[in-house]
């Protein structure tokens, strides 16, 4: 047979033609749209290694943890003080890399930011109920002057995901520099936590991290959001962890909102244990509070990014 005839020479171009065209869609695919978490291929392991939970992230992956001040997602109303619709009660910046330090952001919700349609400032914690994670990403990414496309992940954690993760992980040991009591009528929940070493549960961990019975008093809520994030590091990265994460992750599908895949989240859990210690927990620098006021400013002279790349 002659494999250079025309006809079957027209063929072979139409076929190479077609091979060269999928080339070059899958180039185009993968430099215009590319995955969004491609990670490095590794050798088998044995099962106490932080990659049996899934590869390593390539590059360091930016997440925004939206923690909401309502029991659970789409719930008609938040149960707090004041009553209304769901606000973002606690927000924090994630920055996750397996060969750097654990990175992690503190932005006050108490911001002053320009509200859609309001003439006067609110706080930050309310553009959720106004706009949810893209209103949230977008005015974060403005305030703390984030690179192009940061954040690239987020996670909307009601307080019900809270507790779920703590008991999950088996609790959390923290250390209390004083006790804290109180009963809330109005919102139905006390708090009852003792100074010193202490496992909490998740009910405990809600209580230190819900506890304000000063509207002014956030900063010091912040602190004691510290002592929990700090704790759910540790717990994170103990050995006995990498065979609770799977089920972990699997539990809290329905409790979250997030648009990590779960592979993702194992990738990202598995860079957490494997990150260096310890985690540098940073603070947006604040201008002085004036008099009684409520909400926050920046300071006037920080220059941006108010976060830097390490």
């Known amino acids: 047979m002659n494999w250079l005839s025309p006809p079957r020479v027209r063929g072979?171009?139409?076929?190479?033609?077609?091979?060269?065209?999928?080339?070059?869609?899958?180039?185009?695919?993968?430099?215009l749209?590319?995955?969004?978490?491609?990670?490095?291929?590794?050798?088998?392991?044995?099962?106490?290694q932080?990659?049996?939970?899934?590869?390593?992230?390539e590059s360091p992956v930016t997440v925004l943890v939206?923690?909401?001040?309502?029991?659970?997602?789409?719930?008609?109303?938040?149960?707090?003080?004041?009553?209304?619709?769901?606000?973002?009660?606690?927000?924090?910046?994630?920055?996750?890399?397996s060969r750097e330090p654990l990175q992690v952001l503190q932005i006050p919700t108490e911001l002053g930011v320009q509200l859609p349609g309001q003439k006067d400032p609110g706080r930050l914690s309310e553009l959720w109920r106004r706009g949810g994670v893209s209103l949230v990403s977008d005015a974060i990414h403005d305030i703390?002057?984030?690179?192009?496309?940061?954040?690239?992940r987020y996670v909307v954690m009601p307080r019900a995901a809270l507790r779920r993760l703590v008991d999950g992980l088996g609790e959390v040991e923290v250390v209390l520099g004083q006790s804290y009591q109180r009963k809330d009528k109005a919102q139905g929940y006390s708090?009852?936590?003792?100074a010193?070493?202490?496992?909490?549960n998740g009910v405990q961990a809600e209580q230190l991290v819900r506890h304000l019975p000063d509207p002014k008093d956030v900063s010091q809520r912040r602190q004691r959001q510290d002592i929990l994030v700090e704790a759910l590091i540790e717990q994170v990265k103990a050995p006995s962890s990498i065979e609770l994460i799977p089920a972990l992750v699997d539990q809290l599908d329905a409790e979250v909102e997030t648009n990590l895949s779960r592979s993702e989240q194992l990738s990202l859990a598995a860079a957490i244990i494997a990150s260096p210690e310890p985690a540098a927990i940073t603070r947006l620098p604040l201008a002085n509070r004036a008099g009684e006021q409520t909400l926050r400013q920046i300071k006037p002279e920080a220059s941006r990014p108010l976060w830097p790349q390490p």
């Open 144 to 152: 703390v002057g984030l690179e192009e496309g940061d954040p690239k």
């Open 191 to 194: 708090v009852n936590l003792q």
């Open 12 to 31: 072979v171009l139409r076929v190479g033609s077609a091979l060269l065209g999928l080339g070059v869609t899958g180039w185009l695919l993968a430099t």
């Open 196 to 200: 010193g070493r202490q496992s909490l």
């Open 50 to 57: 932080p990659e049996t939970l899934a590869p390593f992230p």
């Open 66 to 97: 939206i923690g909401l001040d309502a029991n659970r997602l789409g719930a008609p109303t938040n149960q707090a003080a004041p009553m209304g619709p769901a606000n973002a009660d606690a927000l924090l910046m994630l920055r996750i890399a």
């Open 33 to 48: 749209w590319p995955e969004p978490d491609r990670v490095a291929q590794g050798a088998p392991l044995s099962a106490d």
